[in-house]
């Protein structure tokens, strides 16, 4: 990916997060979260803008569930709950991730398996690089990026539950 889509992107999201509340902007990347998931292929099932989790996906019989976090003002340790974590794993035979939104100094995911979270103590942005799945960390930021140079201004423009209406039907932006 090159330096221009990365600033464009890094231009795009810090101009949502001066135009927004703190608590807003949050959705709203919860919402683009959803938004990603698509452009990787899958049905997005379910938003949750309260309670968890806070995203499901399924593709084929694989269910994906994710906790959400944006960050808004910078790094600070970080933890799942245990509602959280019990959101994301259980019998059901789905897949939990803890996905981080970095906005600065460029846009970028961090996606950790839940399982390599477990009784972990709260944990540092270097930690849970260490512990995500690079992969596909990579894939989601690769999208982000596209995402939010794609559509920024209708990103912008669009409110949480405009953006989550369009990704539970499956229409990307």
């Not at 807003?24 to 803008?49: C, P, S, T």
């Not at 995203?55 to 933890?79: C, D, H, T, W, Y």
């Not at 950790?112 to 596909?136: G, I, T, Y």
Request: aromatic share 8%.
């Amino acid at each position: 990916m090159n330096n221009l889509v990365k600033l464009q992107a890094s231009d795009c999201i810090e101009n949502m997060r001066l135009s927004v509340s703190p608590s807003e902007f949050g959705y709203k990347v919860q919402a683009l979260a959803a938004h990603v998931l698509l452009r990787l292929n899958y049905r997005v099932e379910k938003i949750n803008q309260f309670g968890h989790p806070d995203i499901v996906v399924a593709r084929g019989k694989e269910e994906l569930r994710f906790e959400i976090e944006a960050e808004v003002s910078g790094p600070r340790p970080r933890q799942l709950t245990g509602e959280d974590f019990a959101s994301l794993v259980d019998l059901s035979g789905a897949v939990g991730f803890f996905a981080l939104a970095i906005s600065l100094p460029t846009p970028r995911w961090i996606v950790v398996p839940a399982e390599r979270l477990k009784d972990r103590k709260p944990s540092s942005n270097v930690l849970l690089e260490a512990l995500s799945d690079r992969n596909f960390s990579d894939d989601w930021t690769f999208e982000y990026l596209n995402l939010l140079n794609e559509g920024c201004r209708r990103i912008q423009r669009a409110s949480f539950a405009t953006l989550c209406k369009r990704a539970l039907a499956g229409r990307g932006l």
